[in-house]
C-alpha cells in the first residue's frame, strides 16, 4: 500500500548497540531477497546486485569491537549526552542486515514467511468454523502484503523518489510476488473463500499528479499469479488524500455489502487492518522499510 508523503521513512531500530554480523541461517525453504533486482551504479545505470552483504565486512564497518551509539571506549574522559532518538545511520545498518539476512537481527524474509504460515493454519481453522452457506472473505493488502517493492526500494537505497516508484509501479518489473502470499491466495480460493485486493495505489487521475494504476497493477497481479479473485480496489478520486484507514475500512464494507464475512484481512501495516469493519482475525506482517499512519 501507498501513500503520498512520508510512507518509506525508516522504522525506528530500539536496539542502540550495532553488534557484531555474523552469518545467520535461513531454513532452506525461506524466500530470500530476490537475486534479480537491477540496482543503479554511481552513473545512474541500472545493473544487477553485487554478491550479498559481507558478514565480516559489515561487522568491520562498525569497530573491530562493534561500537556502536552509546558505547563509550574505554579510557576516554568525555562529557556524554543521552541521545533521545536513535542515530539515522545506525537504523538503516540495522535495517540492511535485517533485510538481508545478516547480522544478528534475524532475516526480515524468513519472518515474512512463517506469519504467513501462521495465517494459512488460521485460515483453515476459521473455515472449518465457518456456517454452512457462508459466503467467506480474505482481505490482502498489495505492497510488502502480496506483491514486493524490495527491488525498486533497494535500488533508491530505501529512499523515496517519488518519479523513480510511479515509474516502476507501472511496470512488469513490480510483478514480484511474495511467496508465502500466493500460497495462501491458492489455499483461500482451494477452500472456497473469495480473495479482495484492497491497495492504496491511485485508483483515479489528478492531472498533473497522479496516474490511474488500477490496469496495470492488475496486470502484475495477474503475472505473479494472482488470478481468480473477487475484486481490487484502489483509491477512488474523493479519497486520493484521505487517511488510509478510513478508505480501507469503507472498502471493506463495500465487500460485506456483497454478503461476504471477512473472515482474515492481511497487511504490513496497521493501517491496513485497523478501522470498522475489522476482519474475525487480522494479520500483521513485518515491515521494516516504512511505515504509514
Known amino acids: 500500500m501507498r501513500t503520498k508523503a512520508g510512507w518509506w ?11 557484531q554480523a555474523q552469518q545467520i541461517v535461513v531454513p532452506t525453504d525461506h524466500y530470500g531477497p530476490p ?10 545505470a541500472l545493473t544487477l546486485p553485487a554478491t550479498p552483504a559481507d558478514p565480516a565486512k559489515i561487522a568491520a564497518a562498525h569497530g573491530e569491537q562493534g561500537i556502536g551509539e552509546g558505547v563509550q571506549p574505554a579510557g576516554m574522559t568525555v562529557l556524554s549526552f543521552d541521545e533521545p532518538v536513535q542515530n539515522l545511520q545506525f537504523s538503516y545498518d540495522a535495517m540492511r542486515e535485517y533485510t538481508d539476512c545478516v547480522g544478528t537481527r534475524g532475516c526480515y524474509w524468513s519472518d515474512l514467511d512463517a506469519q504467513y504460515r501462521r495465517a494459512e493454519s488460521t485460515l483453515a481453522d476459521q ?4 456456517k454452512k452457506g457462508e459466503k467467506l472473505a480474505v482481505v490482502m493488502d498489495i505492497d510488502e502484503t502480496t506483491l514486493s517493492g524490495y527491488c525498486e526500494m533497494r535500488r533508491e537505497d530505501f529512499h523515496y523518489d517519488g518519479k523513480a516508484f510511479n515509474a516502476w509501479v507501472v511496470s512488469e518489473e513490480a510483478s514480484v510476488a511474495i511467496p508465502g502470499a500466493k500460497r495462501l491466495f491458492d489455499e483461500a480460493r482451494h477452500l472456497g473463500v473469495t480473495v479482495f485486493f484492497i491497495t492504496g495505489r491511485d485508483g ?10 488500477t490496469a496495470q497493477t492488475a496486470h502484475n497481479l495477474k503475472l505473479a ?12 478520486a474523493d479519497m486520493l488524500h484521505g487517511k488510509t484507514i478510513a478508505y480501507k475500512s469503507a472498502m471493506r464494507e463495500k465487500i460485506i455489502a456483497q454478503g461476504y464475512r471477512i473472515v482474515m484481512s492481511i497487511g504490513d501495516q496497521w493501517s491496513d487492518l485497523l478501522g470498522a469493519p475489522q476482519a474475525t482475525v487480522s494479520v500483521k506482517l513485518p515491515n521494516p522499510m516504512y511505515f504509514i499512519p
Open 225 to 236: 499469479g494472482f488470478d481468480g479473485y473477487g475484486g481490487l480496489y484502489l483509491r477512488p
Open 204 to 213: 483515479a487521475t489528478e492531472p498533473g499528479k497522479t496516474v490511474d494504476q
Open 35 to 44: 537475486t534479480t533486482c537491477k540496482l543503479r551504479d554511481k552513473s545512474g
Open 9 to 19: 521513512a525508516v522504522a525506528v531500530m530500539t536496539t542502540a548497540t550495532v553488534m
Open 127 to 130: 473455515v472449518k468454523q465457518a
